[in-house]
């Protein structure tokens, strides 16, 4: 099912206005769920997005999330959200059009496909992490524990692909984003390699404005 951004849609939400900031880093892959959500749902002219360095400490970011990370969604007379998946989770109640099943079978599904997809771009970025220590402070056990977690989660996505390449929710949206993270921060994965299914899924997402306008910079 396709699901395109239709301009009555966008322009109701435009009328209503409701302050909503989303505070990200355009590398951050949690902060481009959230991202891509706001495009598919039409609702870039309700929410926001302003750039917060983590590393930074700025004071926004620490009022809005005292974990010190983006994404958090600052809300107008409102506690802020964080976390990726509980904002996706509201800025998918903000549309009818759900992204999200609100019950049942399909509800676990989504919410599964997200965990797993989530799961991947913690191993890859602690991975990063790792890998980016001086040799002498780089655990090797570390690495090859990420490194089987990405390999075992890409082979279970590949061997489940047709319970997510047929729809467009959160799920695969988020195994999307995880895979672009790979392309970006662990090429080395070559996770395409005798994994056709997800590599058709990937091309697909790779052809929507959503995806392309949210791709992070490829000198970061
Ligand atoms: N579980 C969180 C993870 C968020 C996260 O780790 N964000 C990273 C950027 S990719 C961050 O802000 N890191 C800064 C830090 O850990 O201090 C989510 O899904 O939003």
């Known amino acids: 099912m396709y699901r395109g951004v239709s301009e009555p849609e966008r322009s109701r939400t435009q009328a ?3 302050p909503l900031k989303l505070l990200m ?8 769920k959230c991202r891509i ?13 302003i750039e917060a360095m983590p590393l930074d400490d700025p004071a926004e970011l620490m009022d809005a999330n005292p974990l010190g990370k983006v994404p958090a969604l ?25 992204w999200i099943p609100g019950s049942g079978t399909a509800r676990w599904r989504v919410l599964r496909f997200q965990a ?15 890998m980016m220590r001086p040799d002498e402070k780089r655990h ?24 997510f390449a047929g729809a467009f929710d959160l799920g695969g949206m988020a195994i999307a984003v995880a895979l ?22 990937y091309d697909k997402w790779s052809e929507r404005p959503s995806f392309q306008s949210t791709a992070p910079p490829a000198d970061a």
Do not use: H, M
């Open 74 to 98: 600052i809300r107008d007379r409102a506690t802020a959200l964080v976390d990726s998946p509980l904002i996706c989770e509201f800025i998918d109640s903000l549309i009818e059009d759900r």
């Open 116 to 130: 797993i997809a989530d799961g991947i771009l913690d191993l890859a970025v602690g991975r990063r992490i790792e």
């Open 16 to 18: 209503r206005g409701f």
């Open 140 to 163: 090797d056990f570390w690495i090859e524990r990420q490194e089987n977690g990405i390999r075992r989660s890409i082979d279970l996505l590949e061997s489940e692909a047709d319970k």
């Open 37 to 49: 959500l706001i495009r598919e749902q039409g609702l870039t002219a309700r929410i926001e997005e």
């Open 180 to 201: 672009g993270y790979l392309d970006f921060r662990y090429p080395e994965s070559e996770w395409r390699t005798g994994r056709d299914r997800l590599s058709a899924f």
């Open 25 to 32: 880093t355009e590398t951050s892959p949690y902060a481009r």
